[in-house]
């Protein structure tokens, strides 16, 4: 069966350029998740998106931005990168607005910020 | 976390036993999920239990939760060595749909 797609899988950049993750949710799902997880830590909800439209924002910085296209695809943006911002992102989709549908994690996207 | 502890942080035993791995969270909730996460790697979906229901079972996994107590357990029954990984539980918080994760057990079954 189809999972969640990101890309890339690993990411090296230099402090204060720019970042962009993708994700391609399971088929058919409409809601995407973006989470962090940072070493050793749990992963953190940053922000999601319904029908491409913005429905929740975690604890994502202001240096960060995300949106969903017309395929239902997410791409988040990360500017001025800092060193604190290597992690582990993490991007999950799910069917509809439901509160008991579960979420699907993507294999998730290693950045590194040197 | 915000709004989950496990207990304990570390767990090891020997193939073959069980392992249970606790999960207290603060708020009403929706449903609570358990993942598996193997070093570094995705989180896989294990099991998700809704706030109405007290046990659910799937396979060698067994969850309960009582919402009295804010709290679920993961018990693993006759581990293997591909056991071995971090274990956290993730609650769907009531008027959200994003999860909020606890810190994670993180599991070593010894061969």
């Known amino acids: 069966a189809a999972g969640v797609i990101q890309s890339p899988r690993h990411l090296i950049k230099e402090k204060r350029e720019t970042a962009t993750l993708k994700c391609y949710p399971i088929p058919r799902h409409d809601t995407v998740y973006w989470y962090q997880q940072g070493p050793g830590q749990d992963p953190q909800f940053l922000i999601s998106?319904?029908?491409?439209?913005?429905?929740d924002k975690g604890s994502i910085p202001d240096r960060f931005s995300a949106q969903q296209f017309s395929d239902y695809h997410s791409e988040l943006n990360m500017s001025s990168l800092e060193l604190g911002d290597s992690a582990l992102y993490f991007c999950a989709s799910s069917l509809g607005q439901g509160l008991n549908n579960e979420q699907f994690f993507g294999p998730g996207t290693r950045l590194t910020v040197l | 976390s915000q709004q989950g502890e496990e207990d304990p942080q570390a767990l090891s035993i020997q193939e073959g036993e069980n392992a249970t791995m606790n999960c207290s969270y603060k708020?009403?909730?929706?449903?609570l999920q358990w993942y598996r996460q193997n070093s570094g790697r995705g989180l896989v979906h294990l099991i998700l239990?809704?706030?109405?229901?007290r046990e659910k079972h799937s396979g060698r996994l067994r969850v309960t939760l009582d919402t009295s107590k804010k709290s679920s357990s993961l018990l693993i029954t006759a581990s293997r060595a591909a056991d071995t990984a971090s274990y956290f539980c993730?609650?769907?918080?009531?008027?959200?749909?994003?999860?909020?994760f606890g810190q994670g057990t993180r599991l070593t079954i010894n061969p």
């Open positions: 708020t009403s909730i929706n449903n």
């Open positions: 993730a609650t769907s918080i009531q008027g959200a749909q994003k999860l909020v």
């Open positions: 998106f319904y029908e491409k439209m913005q429905s």
């Open positions: 239990i809704r706030s109405n229901e």
